[in-house]
């Protein structure tokens, strides 16, 4: 959802996922250093397809728990392409990790970098690039043009064996990068939108079965834009799964899972425009691959050494 201002341009800037409780440390740095594992994930999402322009986006993520930092690292890197616009972000994050009645309080931290691209090419008339050619008009970005920011994101995450939330920002300090013009000495200002998110589920297992059910929320904030994806998820012997999510006035999603192995899984989903705009399109594919590890560091060796003088 955007608000369009002849000068000004507002609205929600971050990739959006429809397996978001997957996905949790994309939205908030308190995940990081959580687990006794080392995690990887990563996302593929092609939305609308068939609707040219249409985002296709990949989100790799990394969470690497460290005891000796009370916590651990994270980075997480997003290519998103929409449109002319081709944006890449990488984020850096520390989480602080304490134990807190039956479960686990993370307080995360990262600095964003994002690099914006735009390849005018494709729209620009040809004769507005020569000189002398065509009208010209300053509110045109260049043909090729780069941008880069530099910005932060914040969170408070907890989880127990049942419950899990958090609250969290991004781009906290709003930063903002210039796109020239095809006139020369103008450009244009573009200006990273505050998000918040405020998101959590909670593991009930049915009695007397194998079946788990897992609500969750995701609300979404951000300047002009305010939204929220709801999700009922089934979970069948802690192997495979199916559910759905409502993402208001925009989609219904269905998706399914598999726990290859303890440490593997994978996830499918399928979104179903419900708004104008994404009815235009094929439907939104979003694949997701998870893979735990751990390192084991063995103990050094005890017990007597020979001395070679008395051997």
Known sequence: MVLALPILALGQQDVQ????????????????????????NGLHRSQWVGFEGAPITQNINVNVPIKMLRGGVGLSIVNDQIGFFNNISARLMYGYQLQLANGTL??????????????????????????????????????????????????????????WGGVSSTRVIESSTELGSIVPSVTTQFRNARHYYLMGGYN??????????????????????????????????????????????????????????????????????TSSLSMQGGGSHEIMANYCFKIEIPPPPTGSHKNPRFL
């Open 17 to 40: 996922f429809s397996q978001y409780m997957f996905n949790r440390i994309y939205y908030n740095p308190g995940v990081t250093g959580s687990g006794s594992a080392i995690c990887i």
């Open 106 to 163: 993370g307080i995360g931290a990262g600095a964003t970098f994002l690099n914006n691209q735009l390849n005018g090419t494709a729209w620009i008339p040809s004769d507005y690039a020569q000189p002398g050619g065509g009208l010209t008009d300053p509110g045109i970005i260049g043909l090729a043009e780069t941008g880069f920011q530099v910005d932060a994101v914040f969170g408070v995450y907890y989880e127990s064996q049942n419950i």
């Open 204 to 273: 009930w297992a049915v009695p007397a079965s194998n079946w788990e059910l897992r609500p969750s929320l995701l609300l979404k904030m951000a300047t002009g834009s305010t939204t929220f994806d709801v999700n009922v998820m089934g979970v069948y012997n802690n192997t495979f799964w199916g559910g759905v999510t409502y993402r208001l006035q925009d989609a219904v999603s269905a998706m399914i899972g598999w726990q290859a192995t303890p440490d593997l899984r994978f996830g499918y989903s399928y979104d179903v425009g």
